[in-house]
């Protein structure tokens, strides 16, 4: 090998160590925003007027929004074959275009606070784009919960068809509730 290829290949080596520390940068920072953005999440000044609105305590909607979505206003779910796959969003806008992608393809997804789906979004006449504002996301959530309520009683029932049918689903918003209870 000539003096020249060895260089052209350290150079060639080294362009590519550095686009792989770039490319583990910018994945650890997208993660780090991604948990912070979950973790830090306390309800909006808006969620105790939508639950008085719609007669439900704040805290089962807000122990709902931790199950569903760890409090991310931003949470994506494409839905497939009855398996949620999370889609990784890094900001508002690009979820408002992977929406945009996904309502093309027809595609059967969830989206914010409490994942609303996207055809219960359609049939209450909002854009799915619109449950990435916490607000809007929580009135419909709510206003779906108390659909819930008013057709099957307030038990855990109501909470289960929340969730479609998952019989698992009221004891994970138990779980929550007794956790929230217990770190006051």
Not at 109 to 125: E, H, K, M, P, R
Not at 140 to 155: F, M, P, Q, S, W
Request: aromatic share 10%; charged share 20%.
């Amino acid at each position: 090998m000539t003096t020249l290829h060895r260089r052209k290949a350290r150079k060639s080596a080294l362009l590519i160590a550095i686009l792989w520390i770039v490319i583990l940068g910018v994945c650890w920072v997208f993660a780090l925003a991604v948990s912070v953005r979950a973790e830090a999440w306390t309800p909006p000044a808006c969620m105790e007027q939508i639950a008085d609105y719609w007669r439900i305590p704040p805290s089962l909607i807000h122990a709902i929004v931790q199950i569903e979505s760890g409090g991310d206003p931003i949470a994506l779910n494409v839905n497939s074959h009855g398996q949620g796959r999370r889609e990784l969003v890094s900001s508002k806008r690009d979820a408002e275009r992977r929406i945009a992608r996904l309502l093309r393809e027809r595609a059967n997804f969830d989206v914010g606070l409490g994942q609303i789906n996207v055809w219960t979004a359609i049939s209450y006449g909002v854009h799915p784009a619109w449950m990435l504002d916490p607000c809007w996301n929580l009135f419909v959530t709510a206003r779906h919960l108390r659909e819930k309520i008013d057709r099957h009683g307030y038990n855990w029932t109501a909470i289960e068809r929340y969730n479609g049918i998952n019989p698992r689903y009221p004891w994970k918003v138990y779980g929550q509730l007794r956790r929230m209870a217990g770190s006051r």
